[in-house]
């Protein structure tokens, strides 16, 4: 079995990884399984600047990390957010600031949830492309996109405190997640 036993420590749950690689619809399951609430920074983030994330990137992608480095120290500064349990989808460019890295990982627990780029591209295409300004709008565009993406990125999602592989059904995954997490948490 694979939720939170009573003397684990309370610990937030950081998930990172690409677009599309399932942080925002896992997390609610582990969250759920765990017996915790579910963050989601994108919508913080839009909840914060009071803009969507297309219209933040409209205003380049620099001011959209910005906001977003924001949203992430806000969180963790409220008050006891270190010894909550929460589990948090990051967007997934927020590993790309070695400070967000440094700070993800001082304040709580980090999951990489690796997807390889063929079935990102195949999860992006039929989510309506708009909702994420880096893939552009060109279909076609997608799997070059992604693959270009995650090969800038994956050395900085590897400094995780775990990976764990984020194909097959969303459930499988979080229990997937959970049972690594449980053997972390215990070493912590
Ligand atoms: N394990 C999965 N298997 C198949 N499709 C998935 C899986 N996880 C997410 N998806 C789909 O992929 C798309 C992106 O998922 P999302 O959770 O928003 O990813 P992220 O937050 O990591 O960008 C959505 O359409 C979602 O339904
Ligand atoms: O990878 C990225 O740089 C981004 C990922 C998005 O979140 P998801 O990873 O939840 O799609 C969102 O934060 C923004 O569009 C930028
Ligand atoms: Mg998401």
Request: hydrophobic share 45%; glycine share 12%.
């Amino acid at each position: 079995m694979t939720s939170r036993r009573a003397d684990d420590p309370q610990r937030p749950l950081f998930l990172t990884g690409m677009m599309g690689a399932g942080k925002s619809t896992v997390g609610p399951i582990v969250a759920g399984l765990w017996g915790a609430p579910f963050i989601d920074l994108d919508r913080r983030i839009e909840r914060l600047f009071g803009a969507a994330i297309p219209a933040l990137f409209a205003r380049g992608e620099s001011h959209f990390r910005h906001c977003e480095k924001a949203a992430l120290q806000l969180l963790v500064a409220e008050p006891g957010f270190r010894a909550r349990t929460v589990v948090v989808a990051a967007g997934g460019g927020l590993v790309v600031d070695p400070a967000n890295r440094a700070l993800m990982r001082e304040a709580g627990v980090v999951y990489f949830l690796d997807v390889p780029p063929a079935e990102l591209a195949r999860r992006l295409v039929v989510t309506p492309l708009g909702g994420r300004p880096l893939l552009g709008s060109d279909e076609g565009a997608v799997a070059a996109r992604v693959g270009e993406l995650l090969d800038n990125r994956r050395s900085a999602y590897e400094e995780a405190d775990g990976v764990v592989d984020g194909n097959g059904p969303p459930q499988d995954v979080a229990h997937r997640l959970l049972t690594a997490l449980a053997t972390s948490l215990r070493i912590l």
